[in-house]
């Protein structure tokens, strides 16, 4: 009888041990909150994987946005672009970014335009200060990959600390839950 009692004792402890080490949902999200998602979009790619990045982690989300709309159909907005980029112009973003203050993880979403961050994005981190904090871009496109995202991020925010970062191709930008929860577990 004792050595009964003696077994069930042990693996009442060990059952103990094991729920004590698991981590609950609510818990790997509380641990990740110090998580902040910021994105631009025009067509809604980047959108998506955004709102999954918040949904996975639990952080907070901030969607930049421009003072102007850009136009909705394909070709003219990558006219515009290119004029824009030529001039060297930077379209007005809208207030209302409350700072990173309270984060560690910048998750910085952008479509990619001539092959780096959208110009919205460039506008966005020439105002923002991201200094000590880890900003991961994440990238949608049709073909480009990452392109120079990364450099480019690292030179308009020279006090931060840029990680390479992850491309999504446009064409499974909106079905891509599993390759974004894959990749957050890689990299948290
Ligand atoms: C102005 C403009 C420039 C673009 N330049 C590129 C490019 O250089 N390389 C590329 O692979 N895709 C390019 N694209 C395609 C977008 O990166 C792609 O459609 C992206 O997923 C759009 O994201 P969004 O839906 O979040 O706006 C460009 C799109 C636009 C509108």
Redesign the pocket.
């Known amino acids: 009888m004792r050595k009964i009692l003696g077994i069930v004792f042990v693996l009442l402890v060990l059952t103990g041990i094991i729920l004590a080490q698991t981590v609950s949902p609510n818990e790997r999200k509380e641990k990740m909150s110090k998580i902040l998602v910021v994105y631009?979009?025009?067509?809604?790619?980047?959108?998506e994987i955004a709102r999954t990045l918040q949904d996975l982690t639990g952080g907070g989300i901030f969607e930049i946005q421009t003072v102007t709309p850009y136009p909705a159909e394909?070709s003219a907005?990558?006219e515009q672009?290119?004029k824009e980029k030529s001039a060297g112009f930077k379209p007005k973003i809208k207030d209302g970014f409350a700072g990173s203050q309270d984060y560690d993880i910048v998750f910085l979403g952008s479509?990619?335009?001539?092959?780096t961050i959208?110009t919205p994005v460039e506008a966005f981190l020439s105002e923002q200060d991201f200094s000590g904090k880890t900003i991961v871009p994440f990238i949608?496109?049709?073909?480009?990959?990452l392109?120079s995202a990364a450099q480019d991020i690292s030179a308009l925010q020279p006090s931060a600390n840029v990680a390479h970062g992850k491309a999504f191709n446009?064409s499974s930008?909106r079905s891509a839950q599993k390759e974004i929860a894959d990749w957050l577990a890689s990299f948290l």
């Open positions: 631009y979009s025009h067509s809604g790619n980047t959108r394909y907005i990558v672009v290119r479509p990619c335009w001539y092959g959208a949608t496109h049709g073909g480009s990959g392109g446009r930008a």
